[in-house]
Every structure is written in structure tokens, then in C-alpha cells.
Nanobody
Framework: QVRLVESGGGLVQPGGSLRLSCAAS????????MGWYRQAPGKERELVAY???????RYANSVKGRFTISRDNAKNTVYLQMNSLKTEDTAVYYC?????????WGQGTQVTVSS
């Protein structure tokens, strides 16, 4: 089993920054990739940033140049650094770990960008 716990969300003004964390426990070492997703009210959940074990990354076009995904293996934690936040970044953010036999989601953390 895998347990993922997100933290770091909150209320921030446009142009501000937040860093989300996803702490993992369980059989984390067999994951081949991890990612951050978000879901805004009335919208589908979408990929924000993706990181493979090999170090490859992929970002949604809407966040390229503003968001950065990274990991700290010693802390079993994946991060999402979000800069230059916009009101349209408001959503619940989820992390996900991908395995050969499926994937696991965290419970989500709310990010609200508003003046």
C-alpha cells in the first residue's frame, strides 16, 4: 500500500508563490513516476507536472516556466514549486504515484489565488 499526504496549499495573491509537498509512505521505491494534478470547480482533473524516475519532466502548457516539480528521495517527498500564480491556478491539487499495477492518489490540497 501507498499513502500520499499533500500539504502547502492556501490562499495567495496573484503573482505570489506557494510550494506544495507530497509525503509518501509505503512501497514508494517501485513507483516509476509521480505527478501533480489539479481540479478546478466544474472542470476535469488535469495534469500539471510529471516527473519520472529517470528525471524526465512534463508540464501543462499553462504552467510552463512558472511551476517546477522536484523530489527529495531522502524525505520521500515530491514538491511542486508554484511561482507567478494566477487566479486560474485556483484548484484542488493532488499528487499521484504511478506503478506498473496502478496508481495512488493523495487527498488533495486547496490552492486559492485571489486578491
Amino acid at each position: 500500500q501507498v499513502r500520499l499526504v499533500e500539504s502547502g496549499g492556501g490562499l495567495v495573491q496573484p503573482g505570489g508563490s506557494l510550494r506544495l509537498s507530497c509525503a509518501a509512505s509505503g512501497r514508494i521505491f517501485s513507483a516509476y513516476a509521480m505527478g501533480w494534478y489539479r481540479q478546478a470547480p466544474g472542470k476535469e482533473r488535469e495534469l500539471v507536472a510529471y516527473l519520472t524516475n529517470g528525471g524526465s519532466t512534463r508540464y501543462a502548457n499553462s504552467v510552463k516556466g512558472r511551476f517546477t516539480i522536484s523530489r527529495d528521495n531522502a524525505k520521500n517527498t515530491v514538491y511542486l514549486q508554484m511561482n507567478s500564480l494566477k487566479t486560474e491556478d485556483t484548484a484542488v491539487y493532488y499528487c499521484r504515484y504511478d506503478y506498473d499495477d496502478g496508481n495512488y492518489w493523495g487527498q488533495g490540497t486547496q490552492v486559492t489565488v485571489s486578491s
